[in-house]
């Protein structure tokens, strides 16, 4: 009787301020309307997990990589504006620091941060950013994933499956890492220069621990 309780609440609570005009929907089903002025909203906490502090430090083959990433929720972005509709929703956006050998090869840390600025106004910018989640993982998510460059964008776009592995035995909460769908571009910037061409430099595939 409670969590129908609860249930009822939160859904009024919904309604209450959607107001006539917005409809919201569970971010599970993230453009499943073609309906206009949308807000697709986190209200099952699914991001909830993805959100704080994680770090990967660990040598390969002679060579130490240290990523630190942190994750937030920003609600009701504006994603319509790309696609010249109504439609906001909720989603993950990180700061993150990528040392190479000791050597900082990234920072989007403040003050560092202009990168992570740019991320949280527009969905053209070099950054980590998304809400796609799994249909068949509670666990799992889909987000877009470019890593920072001088030119105006790269010439090539990932998308980035993370997999949250809760903590076990005293052991902290694990994320699971794996940049994927890597696509090429033969596009020029609009003032004419080039894209950048380089690889990415932040490893592909980790295991990242949650830090208290």
């Known amino acids: 009787m409670k969590n129908k309780l609860k249930?009822?609440?939160?859904i009024a609570s919904i309604y209450s301020f959607t107001g006539e005009a917005q409809t919201i929907y569970p971010l599970e089903n993230l453009f499943h309307s073609k309906e206009?002025?949308?807000?697709?909203?986190?209200?099952?906490?699914?991001?909830?997990?993805?959100?704080?502090?994680?770090?990967?430090?660990?040598?390969?083959?002679?060579t130490q990589?240290?990523?630190?990433?942190?994750?937030?929720?920003?609600?009701?972005?504006?994603?319509?504006?790309?696609?010249k509709q109504t439609i906001y929703l909720d989603e993950l956006v990180a700061h993150f620091e990528y040392k190479r050998n000791g050597i900082t090869i990234y920072n989007t840390y403040p003050p560092f941060g202009l990168v992570f600025d740019e991320v949280l106004n527009s969905y053209n910018a070099n950054g980590i950013r998304g809400s796609s989640l799994s249909k068949n993982n509670l666990n799992a998510i889909t987000l877009m994933y470019d890593e920072p460059t001088l030119s105006c964008r790269r010439n090539k776009k990932a998308s980035l499956d993370l997999i949250y592995i809760p903590p076990i035995q005293g052991q902290p909460a694990k994320l699971q890492w794996q940049v994927n769908r890597i696509t090429y571009s033969i596009l020029n910037c609009q003032d004419g220069s080039l894209r950048d061409t380089s690889d990415y430099q932040i490893p592909l595939n980790m295991v990242l621990t949650k830090q208290q």
């Open 7 to 10: 249930y009822f609440i939160i």
């Open 65 to 83: 990589h240290y990523f630190r990433v942190s994750f937030y929720k920003k609600e009701k972005k504006n994603f319509g504006e790309e696609i």
């Open 36 to 62: 206009n002025d949308i807000y697709y909203k986190d209200i099952n906490f699914r991001l909830s997990k993805f959100i704080g502090t994680w770090v990967y430090n660990e040598t390969v083959e002679g």
